[in-house]
Each structure stands twice: as C-alpha cells, then as structure tokens.
C-alpha cells in the first residue's frame, strides 16, 4: 500500500519478477549540442567528420547486431539491419550534407535538426506499426551524434553497481546491452509487451514494467525504485514497511520460481477442501504453453483483441479458428473461454470504425460493437464454434449491460449454429456461453442474466472503474479506484449469489484476485473460479492452499459489514498479516 | 485521411535525387528548407501530360502490386525491400495514393504507409530497369519471404 512520500505508478508488466534498487535515468545524459556558423573553409573538413561519424556509427550497429544474432538469433537482429539502413538513407545524409554546406552548420546540429524533424514526421503517423519508426531514427541519431561530439560511450555504460533502469523509452540498441550484472529491473514511460524492451527483458530475466506514462517525471537520479513485473506496478519511495514486503515477495517470486515444478502440479484446493478452478488470462495464442507451464487449469481469459488490433485488416476466419484451435487442442480436456472482441474503449482502429471517443470507456465498444456489427462478429463466432470440436471452448460476450444485448447475442450464436449445421461444418454445439459481469447494470440484473447466461466471469478492473466512477488512468484520482471498496465487494457478493441461486458458476477474470489481500476475499465471497496473469498463478495457489475456505468465508463477511474502504483495507490486512503471515501483500 | 499529414515525402522523377521541397510554401525551391519545413517531403507525380514529357511517361517501366503481408511495408520489410533495390543500378521509385518515394530510402519507403491490402506502384529507370522493377514486385507479392 502507498504510504506518504510513497507514490505507485501502473504500467503493462512486460517481464516477471520483483526488483528494488536505486534509479538510474537513461536519458539524463542528453547530448548536448551547440549550433555553430562555419567559414567556408571549415565546411569540406565538417564533412570529412560526418562521413567518419557515419563509418564510425556503421561498425558499431555491425557489432550490436552481431551480438543480438548471437544471443537472440537473427529474428531479433533485423532491426539493426534496419538501422543500418537508417544511417545510410539518402534523404537524412543528403539533407545533413546540404545543411553543412550549404547553411554551414555544424555537422551534429545539421545532423540532430534533419533527423528529429524525420522523427517528428513519424510520430504524426496514427499507423501505429509505421509510427515506431520514429524511436528507430531516434536511435540512430543519437548514436551518430555520440560519435560526433566525441563520447563513444554510450549512455548507461557509467552504471556502477546495481540499478533500477528507468528511461522514457528503450531503443533496441540500448536495450542490447542491458545485463543481469548491472539492471536489477526496468521501468519505462512507453512502449508494450512486444517492445524491444520488453522482449529483451524478458530473454535476459530482467522484471521489467512498460508503459508507464510518466515513469521519468516522477523519479529522480538515485531515488529508490520498486518494479513489480509480476503486476505491472512500479513505486517511487517505498516506506520500510514496503520494502520490507517487496524483499519478502522478491525472494517468494523466486522461491516459486525455483519450485515451480513441483507448484504447478499442485491442486488449487483450500485445506478445508474448497476446490477453485485457477486458470490464466492470455492475450496472444502462444502464451498458452507459458500458462500450462505455470499450472494454469485452464484459460478463463482468451482476449481476442490481438487479432483485430496487429494489422489493418480483418482477421479471417481461417486465421481466427487455426488459433482457438490450437490453443483449445493445447488446453485439452481444461476450459478455454474466449471473449469475443472487445475494441472500442482505449482500442481503437480506424479500419473498424472505432475512432477516439469522447467517453470512450462509456462508448461504442464490447459487444455493442459486435451487435452492430454482426458481419464481423458472425466471423469470430464461427471460428470459435468450429474450434469448439476439438476442445473445451466457452465463449463469453464483453460489456453486457442489458438482458436485450445478450438475447440478441445468443439469437446471433443460434443464426451462426443454424449456417454451420446447413453447410454441414463440424461445430461444438454444446460450447457454453456466458457474460464478462463488469457494468453496475450487469450487477442491477444479475437474476434476469443468469437465466440466459451459462456463466458469469466477473471482469473487476472495469466494474471497479464503473462503480467507483474512476479512471485508475487519471493520476489525480487513480488513489479512488479501490478493489475492497464495500461497493465493489457487495456487487461481486450479489454477482455470486445470485449466480449461484441460479446454478450457473461465476468466477473472476480481472486483477483483483492477483491481488494477495483480493484473492482471500474472492475466496471468502465464495468465487468458483479465478483466472489471472500467468505470472502470478504459483503465489495465488499457494494463498488458496494456505487459508480454509471456513476462515476466509468469516473475513469476508465480516468485511461485507464495514463502511469504507479504508477500514475494509485495514481490517483484511490485520487479519492477513495475524493470520496469514506467510502471505506477503503488496 | 488518417495521420498522413506531416510525411512529405518528395521525388523529382527525372534525377533520381530525392531533395527537399519546401511544397507547403508554394514556390518549390529545391534544396532550401525553412526552419519548420518537414524533411521528408514528397512530391504529387505529375500526370501523363502532353508533347516529351507524356512520351517519355509512357516508356516507364512498372508495376502495380498489392500489398499482402501484415502489417504492410513497415520497418523490417521496408529493410528487405530497400536492400534489395540497392543490388540494382537502376533508380528506383515507390507510389502509393499519388505520392512518390525514393525506394531505395528505408525512410521513404516506410512513410508511405503502405498498408496490408494497398496498392504501390514501382517504377525504375536506368539499365536492369525491367529485372528491378520484377524482383521487387516479386518481393512484395511474396510477402517479403518472411
């Protein structure tokens, strides 16, 4: 929890584990560069400087890529390949030659000006794929002006010790050289899980955050920063009691890691026999091994975003249904639940139609999306039916917040069923369909709901952002948005219950149960199933199989009765930490 | 349009040498650029007009190919298609939506936002003209071999 002083930043966890250490700012060291007028005489030897600046900048690239080719295999090197086309573009040496001979500047000011108005055009780009060109001329930029100015020593090769690496963003040159000897962890203001940081991060077993917006604002050379890859979070100033705790779920992480394999054959069962289905949320098809490996029971979480997101087309059905499949085929005889698209909201592609919003959150997004556009969502429905012969698939319908969306849902499904049976195409005709429960409305009609729905799969980061009125987004109000809100947890009691009274199952698929303090009252709310990051599937098995069912059932009623959620916090701390000692809370 | 504005990109067609067009200005003087003027300007082709220059256009050697890999001529194989036109003598153009592009500039190429489904037209000129023009066609019809 932040304390005073303290201040926790929420990012994209982009590679696994904790790490505390002290700040090292990337990009503090900015070349700093003077504009200078030349005599004529000056300008031939200028350019003689530049062109070695560009032979010198060559070699360097060559020996960065071979070093990744080695490491990382060529894949990953065809962006130096990339840079060294970069380097030798005819448009920026060109221009740089023009400016030095012509305007007679110097050749790092002609140099810097020609390539950061070039990255300036790329970021206007909304393509987001053709956008990132603009880090990629950055790079090189800054590579040749190093040489120029005469400082082959690239930023971050002063690091002595150990470091916490926070930088606005990572090129894949500087994300080259990151080591386990010297970065502890990484935390960047841009970027995603397929960033170069990322990636490398994760090949080294660096923990790393992403994504973070404002990481460089808010820490300063030296502060002490912890980076918690497993959740996303990053905190600027942790108290003793904090660091006391990341230390404690430092040497967990690791103590699950080294023990993993024994962990994950383990059943997700309390000591008073309270079985929870613990399976994972994953984005991408080939995330599902990494799931299995770390125990997961299953998928309760398939986003599909992926798919319409990675280009500016449409995903096929062909494409769609290779990919369910295998993941289904992967997962077998385990439940994979697919959740139909869900673009709108911060996901946006013009292709689609989806455009920046107003209200985005409260927008044309979910399956209100789906219901108007049904050529699209016939699409996917096919493919995940047809992947339902092979595997135990559930589909599940993002945003319901009335009983007619999810009639004219499941009407759409019996259309789809109804084509495939006419043309004879194999399909899973018993795939159970069932909702994301993440608008107050859901929860206002969860007994109409739950008579035309198989399931309830409880999407808390959006109920909570819905309910509380708070986007955790928003850095003034992100310290309201509050997982054991007592509104947050009377909705989920009501969600259950009523679920239950129905017959139907209800788990959770958001963050709030890979929270340790949110799992036990999950538990105590009596949830049937919890899927979360794959990352975080060995601690939450572990807290299952460490408190009764019996105990967690009093906390969490108990919690039910009191008024804020600061007392709530208090309280299922307290009995955490009494009881449950050897669950270490965030 | 979508984000376009900004990447201009410019070719002069007869030389080969892609300079900078101060085009926003008005009048075009190559070779000068205002503070402010984007870097990589382009250039609109001129159209099939009358008299030399009409003839002289039709003679071209090129191509139209859609574009089918994801997520289009991005920077990995923007790379492939720039270093593949580098093995010809020949001067290479690139065209989407009317703007033209240096192909044998990474960052030419890149900023025509060639998406997945567009359509590019490439030109050559110079003495393995026609084996430039099909092999990288080629290349982009085959999805860069990736």
């Known amino acids: 929890m932040a304390t005073s002083g303290s201040r926790v930043l929420r990012g994209v966890a982009a590679s696994p584990g904790i790490a505390v250490g002290k700040v090292y700012i990337l990009e503090l060291e900015e070349l700093h560069i003077k504009e200078k007028n030349l005599t004529p005489e000056e300008v031939g030897p200028e350019l003689t400087r530049f062109k070695a600046a560009l032979a010198t900048t060559r070699d360097e690239i060559e020996q960065v890529k071979d070093t990744i080719r080695q490491e990382l295999g060529s894949e990953q090197a065809k962006v130096f390949d990339a840079h060294m086309q970069i380097l030798d573009d005819v448009v920026a040496v060109e221009e740089t030659v023009r400016v030095i001979r012509e305007e007679r500047k110097n050749a790092e000011f002609a140099y810097r000006r020609t390539l950061s108005k070039i990255a300036e055009e790329f970021d206007a780009l909304e393509e987001e794929h053709f956008r990132s060109t603009a880090a990629d001329v950055r790079d090189v930029k800054r590579r040749v002006i190093r040489h120029l100015l005469g400082k082959p020593r690239r930023s971050g090769a002063d690091i002595s010790g150990q470091v916490v690496l926070v930088a606005h963003d990572l090129t894949p040159s500087e994300a080259a050289f990151l080591t386990h000897d010297t970065v502890l962890g990484i935390a960047t203001d841009s970027g995603g899980r397929t960033s170069h940081a990322a990636i490398m991060a994760r090949a080294r077993g660096i923990p790393a955050v992403v994504g973070l917006k404002y990481a460089t604002l808010h820490v300063k050379q030296n502060d002490t920063l912890a980076v918690d890859g497993n959740r996303g979070l990053v905190e600027v100033h942790p108290d003793d009691q904090a660091l006391t705790d990341y230390e404690r779920r430092r040497i967990q992480y690791r103590e699950l890691e080294g023990a993993l394999q024994h962990i994950r054959e383990l059943p997700a069962v309390t000591p008073d026999g309270r079985q929870i289905e613990l399976s994972a949320n994953i984005e991408m098809p080939e995330e599902a091994q990494l799931a299995l490996d770390r125990g997961a029971r299953g998928v309760g979480l398939f986003r599909t975003e992926f798919f319409y997101m990675k280009s500016a087309r449409l995903p096929s059905e062909e494409e769609q249904y290779e990919a369910y499949r295998k993941v289904a085929e992967l997962m077998h005889p385990y439940p994979v639940i697919i959740r139909t698209v869900d673009v709108g909201g911060d996901k946006f592609a013009s292709y689609l139609g989806t455009e920046r919003e107003n209200n985005p959150f409260?927008?044309?997004?979910?399956?209100?999306?789906?219901?108007?556009?049904?050529?699209?969502?016939?699409?996917?429905?096919?493919?995940?039916?047809?992947?339902?012969?092979?595997?135990?698939?559930?589909?599940?319908?993002?945003?319901?917040?009335?009983?007619?969306?999810?009639?004219?849902?499941?009407?759409?499904?019996?259309?789809?069923?109804?084509?495939?049976?006419?043309?004879?195409?194999?399909?899973?005709?018993?795939?159970?369909?069932?909702?994301?429960?993440?608008?107050?409305?859901?929860?206002?009609?969860?007994?109409?709901?739950?008579?035309?729905?198989?399931?309830?799969?409880?999407?808390?980061?959006?109920?909570?952002?819905?309910?509380?009125?708070?986007?955790?987004?928003?850095?003034?109000?992100?310290?309201?948005?509050?997982?054991?809100?007592?509104?947050?947890?009377?909705?989920?009691?009501?969600?259950?219950?009523?679920?239950?009274?129905?017959?139907?199952?209800?788990?959770?698929?958001?963050?709030?149960?890979?929270?340790?303090?949110?799992?036990?009252?999950?538990?105590?709310?009596?949830?049937?199933?919890?899927?979360?990051?794959?990352?975080?599937?060995?601690?939450?098995?572990?807290?299952?199989?460490?408190?009764?069912?019996?105990?967690?059932?009093?906390?969490?009623?108990?919690?039910?009765?009191?008024?804020?959620?600061?007392?709530?916090?208090?309280?299922?701390?307290?009995?955490?930490?009494?009881?449950?000692?050897?669950?270490?809370?965030? | 349009m979508r984000g376009r504005s900004g990447l201009r990109f410019d070719s002069t067609g007869d030389s080969g040498v892609i300079c900078c067009v101060h085009v926003r200005a008005g009048a075009a003087t190559p070779g000068s650029l205002a503070p402010g003027a984007p870097v990589l300007d382009r250039n609109r082709r001129p159209g099939p007009g009358r008299g030399r220059e009409a003839r002289r256009l039709k003679k071209r050697v090129e191509r139209i190919v859609k574009v089918v890999n994801d997520p289009g001529i991005h920077l990995r194989s923007a790379s492939t298609f720039v270093k593949t036109a580098a093995h010809f003598k020949a001067d290479v153009w690139v065209m989407k939506d009317g703007v033209e592009v240096n192909g044998k500039s990474i960052l030419g190429v890149i900023s025509l936002v060639a998406e997945y489904g567009s359509s590019i037209t490439i030109r050559a000129k110079g003495t393995d003209e026609a084996e430039a023009v099909s092999t990288l066609a080629t290349l982009v019809e085959n999805r860069f071999y990736e």
């Open chain 1, 362 to 586: 409260l927008g044309w997004r979910g399956i209100r999306f789906s219901l108007e556009r049904t050529e699209i969502f016939k699409i996917q429905l096919r493919a995940i039916f047809r992947a339902a012969t092979v595997g135990n698939v559930k589909l599940m319908f993002p945003m319901i917040s009335s009983l007619d969306e999810l009639r004219q849902a499941n009407e759409i499904c019996r259309e789809v069923k109804d084509e495939l049976r006419s043309k004879r195409v194999p399909f899973g005709d018993n795939c159970e369909v069932g909702i994301m429960a993440e608008t107050p409305a859901a929860v206002f009609i969860a007994d109409s709901l739950a008579r035309e729905a198989d399931f309830f799969s409880i999407g808390t980061n959006d109920l909570i952002q819905y309910t509380l009125a708070v986007d955790r987004g928003n850095e003034k109000i992100a310290h309201l948005y509050e997982p054991l809100h007592p509104a947050i947890l009377r909705s989920i009691r009501t969600l259950v219950d009523t679920g239950h009274k129905h017959d139907i199952w209800v788990g959770v698929c958001g963050e709030m149960c890979g929270d340790p303090a949110g799992a036990v009252i999950l538990l105590g709310l009596g949830l049937d199933e919890f899927s979360t990051s794959p990352y975080l599937l060995p601690e939450i098995k572990t807290i299952v199989r460490s408190v009764t069912y019996a105990e967690a059932s009093e906390l969490a009623q108990r919690a039910l009765c009191l008024s804020t959620a600061a007392e709530v916090r208090r309280f299922v701390e307290e009995k955490i930490a009494s009881r449950f000692p050897q669950i270490a809370l965030p």
